[in-house]
């Protein structure tokens, strides 16, 4: 258990959460609406969680590496 947590601590910076938050707006902002506009609403629904899971997703898990 410690080499995992070790290992998300040296890989996890700044850059990684960048790209992470980056990735997870695009979804919400390009992904949903493209969805939405095509009457996928279940498809819409999913992407709009995986986006907000991606977002709150690595800040929890920056904040973790960074306590640890």
Not at 12 to 27: Q, R, V
Request: hydrophobic share 60%.
């Amino acid at each position: 258990m410690n080499t995992i947590l070790y290992y998300i601590k040296m890989r996890f910076g700044a850059n990684m959460l960048a790209i992470f938050i980056l990735t997870g707006s695009f979804i919400l902002i390009r992904d949903v609406s493209l969805l939405k506009k095509k009457q996928l609403m279940r498809e819409s629904l999913i992407a709009k969680v995986l986006g907000y899971l991606y977002i709150f997703g690595s800040i929890a898990l920056f904040i973790v590496a960074k306590i640890i």
